[in-house]
């Protein structure tokens, strides 16, 4: 007797591929794919008014649908980084705040020998953003429209 189920490329009505895909999870039915299409994580082929997808367009879809991890919000050391035995090159906790403290320092230090530098450079003052504070400004004349 052949084989009948569905090959991971056959076209199946909605139902009947949420019935398989999601055996144990009834409530996944033709509606979520439905909604899942609109999302834009589902492909559906409309072939003579019926909607039809395939298994492997819902594997994708799970994958698109899979809930990434957050990173942590504070870590030692870069994301994804394995730190060896015995290795010290590796900076980790107080030692990397530290190293973060003091290139802020050195990042202050040059921020400031560059304002200096400039200020020493400098013949002439900016000219001002702004006029003067006690000249008065020019008037203009309200006219009033009749209604």
């Known amino acids: 007797m052949p084989d009948t189920s569905p090959g991971p490329y056959d076209l199946l009505p909605l ?8 055996p144990h ?4 039915g033709e509606s979520a794919l439905r909604r ?8 559906i ?11 492997a367009d819902i594997e994708r879809m799970t994958e698109l649908c899979r809930i990434q991890e957050k990173a942590p ?4 050391s870069e994301q994804g980084e394995i730190a060896t035995e015995g290795s010290s090159n590796v900076a ?16 202050r230090a040059r921020v400031t020998a560059l304002q200096q530098s400039q200020a020493q450079n ?16 020019a008037i203009a004349t ?3 429209l009749k209604s």
Do not use: N
């Open 15 to 22: 139902k009947e591929a949420a019935k398989l895909a999601f």
């Open 25 to 28: 999870a009834p409530r996944l």
């Open 36 to 43: 899942e299409h609109k999302k834009g994580r589902l492909a």
């Open 45 to 55: 082929y409309r072939i003579a008014g019926k909607d039809c997808t395939t298994l």
């Open 73 to 76: 919000a504070s870590t030692s």
């Open 92 to 107: 980790c906790g107080a030692s990397e705040m530290d190293a973060a403290k003091s290139a802020l320092d050195s990042a």
């Open 122 to 137: 400098s013949k002439t003052p900016s000219p001002p953003t702004s006029g003067p504070s006690g000249k008065s400004r």
């Open 142 to 144: 309200v006219i009033r």
